[in-house]
Structures are given as structure tokens and as C-alpha cells.
């Protein structure tokens, strides 16, 4: 009995779990994304005005790159599941982030500033 039941538990996990091929691959993208954001600060050839939407552009792709190979989030029926959730919380943790923003500048906006006496001059 605990064998079948084993042998149940594990028919449908395999699909779950990636290869050692894409492990390697995703670690060497991700070593080629830390690398090129880090050239892109060091190098100096990238202009200043450039290099935070370089390095915020490598981070997105690094983010992705680590979701769909090293936490196997996908678009595949097995996968919809932890797709959808964690879409749903980086939906939450949006609205909370720029609700706070909102509130904070609101506050800033209508709070009313000290002034400072003038001190008279001689």
C-alpha cells in the first residue's frame, strides 16, 4: 500500500521540476545578467543617464529568467496555478506601494510647511 501510494504521489510532479540543462542554463544567464549590469555601472561606457534604466532593465530580466527557470512558473496547465497567485500578489503589493506613495505625497502636499521667522538684519 505505501508503495502505490508513493509511486501516485510522484506521477505528476515530474513535469513540476526542470532538468539539470535548465538549471545550467538559467544559472548562466543569470551570471551573464549580474555581468552586464555590473559592466554597465564599472565600464564607463555607458552614459550616466543611461546606466539606472540599464541596470533596472537587466533586473527585470534577471527576475524572469530566475521565475521561469529556477521556480518553473510558466503558462503550462500544471503551472497556471502558481502563475496566477503570484501575479495576484505583485498585483496587492502594487496597489499597496503606490497607494502608499500617494498618500505620502498627498500628505506632503497638503501638510502646512513651518516658516521661519525673518531675523532682522543690522
Not at 3 to 30: N, R, T, W
Not at 65 to 91: A, D
Not at 95 to 105: A, Q
Request: aromatic share 8%; hydrophobic share 50%; proline share 5%.
Amino acid at each position: 500500500m505505501a508503495a502505490s501510494s508513493h509511486i501516485s504521489h510522484g506521477q505528476g510532479h515530474d513535469d513540476a521540476h526542470g532538468s539539470l540543462k535548465s538549471y545550467v542554463v538559467g544559472f548562466g544567464l543569470s551570471i551573464l545578467l549580474t555581468l552586464a549590469s555590473f559592466g554597465t555601472v564599472m565600464s564607463g561606457v555607458v552614459p550616466h543617464h543611461l546606466m539606472m534604466p540599464g541596470i533596472v532593465l537587466f533586473a527585470v530580466a534577471q527576475l524572469l529568467v530566475q521565475l521561469v527557470f529556477f521556480l518553473h512558473m510558466g503558462t503550462s496547465p500544471g503551472k497556471r496555478g502558481n502563475l496566477t497567485i503570484m501575479l495576484f500578489t505583485m498585483l496587492i503589493l502594487a496597489i499597496v506601494v503606490v497607494g502608499s506613495l500617494w498618500v505620502l505625497h498627498n500628505m506632503n502636499a497638503n501638510m502646512m510647511h513651518p516658516s521661519f521667522p525673518q531675523v532682522p538684519t543690522e
